[in-house]
């Protein structure tokens, strides 16, 4: 999921956004979105039988 | 009150776009994007390795299992993303058997996951090449 994520946020962070700055925050924001979304469904998940 | 128009994308741009969607990274290589390259086509690169490393499947239009052909077209485009990769798999026959055995493994469907959004990935960023080469992105 780690790997994943930074798959993903690399390309959207490169993509995204004008500057270098930004593109770094918005590649480490998504990373984190993706991080902490994949834990809450995961303990979500478990709990449901 | 009329819309803006849009100027039409130059031949070369349309070449751009399909050099990144055959092999990707190549579009930004075009356009000289060098680090967008190696960012952006590694990740794809990295992610339909990964995927076929852990046992993913590729999917196409055959189904031995007997299920509707229809459902193996959405993962089908999403797996044709990843271009010469998709196609070079293809001709080797590589990944798109349906053994029980592969199936069975736990990182399956964490393989099919990395090869389903290595190609859309890809169609992100070939559109970003695209974009730079018609002049419309810096």
């Known amino acids: 999921m780690t790997l994943f994520a930074a798959l993903a946020s690399v390309v959207f962070g490169a993509m995204a956004k004008d500057t270098n700055h930004e593109r770094w925050l918005y590649g480490l924001k998504v990373f984190a979105e993706f991080m902490v979304i994949g834990l809450v469904l995961s303990w979500i998940l478990y709990f449901i039988p | 009150m009329q819309a803006d128009e849009v100027e039409p994308a130059p031949g070369s741009a349309w070449f751009t776009g399909a050099a990144a969607w055959f092999v990707p990274g190549l579009g930004h290589v075009l356009v000289k994007k060098w680090g ?32 509707w052909v229809l459902l193996q077209v959405p993962p089908m485009i999403a797996n044709l993303g990843t271009g010469a990769l998709y196609i070079v798999s293809w001709l080797l026959d590589h990944g798109f058997a349906d053994d029980p055995a592969q199936a069975a493994r736990a990182t399956y469907e964490y393989g099919n996951t990395f090869l389903l959004i290595a190609g859309l990935l890809n169609y992100l960023t070939m559109l970003d090449a695209f974009d730079i080469a018609a002049g419309r992105k810096p």
């Open chain 2, 36 to 67: 967008r390259a190696l960012l952006m086509g590694g990740a794809v690169w990295i992610c339909f390795f990964v995927g076929l490393a852990m046992g993913g499947h590729l999917f196409d239009l055959s189904s031995s299992d007997g299920s």
